[in-house]
C-alpha cells in the first residue's frame, strides 16, 4: 500500500513505544516513509520548530502534506484511505484474518465468483507479514519480504472483487450452522451463509517482569523489520531457534556489530530449516547459545540489559539495548468462547477427521462428517496456522485457504443445491446495533 506522491515523514522517540507501532505498522503495510528520532528539545526545534513539551509526537506526516498528531493506527489507516463501510450487509463467504490463509481464501473464492468479505483488525499480513525475508516460498528463488509478498496478495484479492474490511475490531459476533453475523466498533455489521477462520498466531511473549514496559522500548516482536537500520553497531539478541528467529539473525547481521540467537533447545537442526541453519553457522557476525533462555530484562525507561540462564543454572548478564522474541505463536481462538467450536488442549481449532464423534456429541446434526478443514460448526472452516495440526510455512497456510473455498462450494452445493448467492439467508444482523449500510 504505497502511499501516493512520495514519502511519508514520522517524527517519534527513539524508544517511545507509540512511535515504534507505528514504525512497524507502516513497514507491516508497505508505506514509504523516513523516520526522524526526536528525543531533545535541540532535535525537536530542528525538525518541527518547537518544544518537545509542545510537539505532541508522535507526529506523521502523510505525503499529500496532512499532518496527524499524535495518531492512533486507525487514524493513519483511515487518513490513507483504507478503511471502507461494506458494500453489502450479507455475503457468501466471510473470511477473519487477512494472513497467507486468509488472502488466498479471498483470492480464490472472488475468482471463482463467491461474494466474500475479508475482515482484518490489524495490519493485512499476519505473522508473514513481518518476515524479513521468505526465501522456501516458491517462485521467489532470491526470497522475498513478508510484507511485499502480502502486499502483492491483497491487490490480487482486491482486483479479484474481493472486499477487505481492515482496522475492525469485533464488539458482537456468533456463528453457527448454515451462518454468521459480526457487529463492529464503527458500528457496522456484516452476515454470512459461511465462514473461513484464518486469524493465525499472536507472537508469544517471554513471560518476564518488566516485558510490558520495554515493549517498544527495548523488547519486539517477530524479525524486526522497522529496527534494523537503527541496530547499526549494536549489540542485539534473538530469542528463538525457528526459520523466523534464523530469518531475523541474518536481517539484523547486516546491521548490528553481534547478533545472539539464544535457542532453548540443545541445537538449531530440530527446529530450522537446514539451510538457514547453515547460513547461520556461517556468518562471524552471529552466535549460537544453546540450552539458555533470558530470566531478566533490566533498564530504566528503556532495556539497558538482559540476564542469561544456561542448563547448568549459571548466570550473566548482558549489556544489550535491543531484544527480539521469535518463539512461535499462541492461537487467537479467544473468539470461540461463546460458540460451539472446538479447539485441542493448546487453543487450535480441531477440524476434519480430529472431531471424533464424542467431541461432536451435540454439536452435530449433519448425516454426513465434517469436511476435511471443516469446524465443529457446519460451514465454518479453518485454515492456516490457527488450525490443529496445520503446518507452519506459508505455502502450506496458502494452501489451505484455496483448499478451504474449494470446501465452501462443496458445501453451499451439498446444503442448498447452489454456490452462491442463492443459499439459504444467514443469520440477520443485531437489531440492536442495526445500521443501514451503503
Known amino acids: 500500500m504505497t502511499a501516493a506522491g512520495g514519502l511519508a515523514r514520522l517524527y517519534g522517540g527513539r524508544h517511545d513505544r507509540t512511535t515504534y507501532e507505528i514504525r512497524d505498522f507502516l513497514t507491516r ?16 526545534f530542528d525538525a518541527l520548530g518547537t518544544s518537545l513539551a509542545h510537539a505532541r509526537l508522535p507526529v506523521l506526516v502523510l505525503p499529500d502534506g496532512a499532518e496527524l498528531v499524535e495518531p492512533s493506527l486507525e487514524q493513519i489507516a483511515r487518513s490513507l484511505g483504507w478503511i471502507s463501510e461494506p458494500h453489502v450487509s450479507t455475503y457468501d463467504l466471510a473470511i477473519y484474518g487477512a494472513g497467507p490463509a486468509g488472502l488466498s481464501a479471498a483470492v480464490y473464492a472472488a475468482s471463482e465468483g463467491l461474494r466474500v468479505v475479508l475482515v482484518e483488525r490489524e495490519a493485512v499480513g499476519g505473522q508473514a507479514g513481518s518476515s524479513s525475508l521468505i526465501e522456501n516460498y516458491l517462485g521467489f528463488p532470491s526470497g522475498v519480504r513478508g510484507a511485499e509478498l502480502m502486499e502483492r496478495a491483497r491487490q490480487q484479492a482486491v482486483a479479484f472483487g474481493a472486499e477487505l474490511l481492515l482496522m ?90 553481534r547478533v545472539t540467537l539464544v535457542v532453548r533447545g540443545p541445537s538449531l537442526s530440530s527446529t530450522m530449516s537446514s539451510y538457514l541453519a547453515n547460513r547461520i553457522a556461517q556468518e562471524p ?139 439459504a439467508p444467514p443469520p440477520p444482523l443485531f437489531d440492536d446495533l442495526a445500521r443501514p449500510v451503503a
Not at 204 to 233: H, I, K, Q, W
Request: net charge negative.
Open 29 to 44: 503495510t508497505v508505506v514509504q516513509y523516513e523516520w526522524t528520532p526526536i528525543d531533545s528539545d535541540a532535535e525537536c
Open 168 to 257: 475492525r475490531q469485533k464488539i458482537r459476533g456468533e456463528i453457527r450452522q448454515h451462518g454468521s453475523r459480526s457487529a463492529f466498533s464503527d458500528g457496522t455489521q456484516i452476515a454470512a451463509t459461511a465462514v473461513i477462520a484464518a486469524t493465525g498466531v499472536a507472537w508469544r511473549r517471554l513471560g518476564l517482569d518488566n516485558e510490558d514496559r520495554f515493549l517498544g522500548a527495548g523488547v519486539y516482536y517477530g524479525a524486526g523489520t522497522s529496527e534494523a537500520m537503527a541496530c547499526v553497531d549494536e549489540e542485539v539478541f534473538i530469542v528463538g531457534g525457528a526459520n523466523s528467529a534464523g530469518q531475523a539473525a541474518m536481517n539484523l547481521a547486516a546491521q548490528a556489530s
Open 285 to 423: 557476525k552471529v552466535r549460537v547459545l544453546t540450552d539458555t533462555r533470558i530470566v531478566e530484562l533490566r533498564g530504566g525507561d528503556e532495556l539497558e540489559s538482559i540476564v542469561l540462564e544456561n542448563g547448568r543454572g549459571e548466570r550473566e548478564e548482558c549489556p544489550t539495548g535491543r531484544v527480539f522474541a521469535c518463539i512461535g505463536g499462541v492461537p487467537d481462538t479467544h473468539w470461540t468462547t461463546h460458540t460451539s467450536i472446538v479447539c485441542d488442549p493448546r487453543g487450535f481449532l480441531l477440524t476434519g477427521p480430529d472431531l471424533t464423534p464424542e467431541l461432536l456429541a451435540g454439536r452435530w446434526d449433519l448425516d454426513r462428517p465434517p469436511f476435511h478443514l471443516e469446524t465443529s460448526v457446519p460451514g465454518t472452516f479453518a485454515a492456516g496456522d490457527v488450525r490443529s495440526g496445520s503446518v507452519k510455512r506459508v505455502a502450506s497456510a496458502v494452501g489451505e485457504g484455496a483448499m478451504a473455498v474449494t470446501l465452501v462450494h462443496r458445501y453451499l452445493s451439498e446444503t442448498f443445491g447452489t454456490e452462491g448467492t442463492l443459499g
